[in-house]
């Protein structure tokens, strides 16, 4: 699952916390892929059980790939 961290209305970290989504879906592995660098927001993603935070501005398209396969595999 890919959130959008900029949402109307609501960020992504307060989607996932509203929707309880970790809750309905245990076993779905969540990456978000946003230009938020903010450590509060990374904070925040983690303990809702996204395993993982990438920043688009900081990652190339190839670990990108390598980050997608990686979740895939696991």
Known sequence: ????ML?????GVEFWRQEKIRE???????LVFSNIDSPRVVTEAQELGI???VVKVT?????MV???EKLTKE
């Open 1 to 4: 699952v890919w959130p959008h």
């Open 59 to 63: 990652t190339t398209p190839s670990q």
């Open 24 to 30: 309905r879906f245990p076993d779905t592995k969540v």
């Open 66 to 68: 390598e980050k997608i």
């Open 51 to 53: 395993v993982e935070y």
């Open 7 to 11: 949402m109307p209305g609501r960020s």
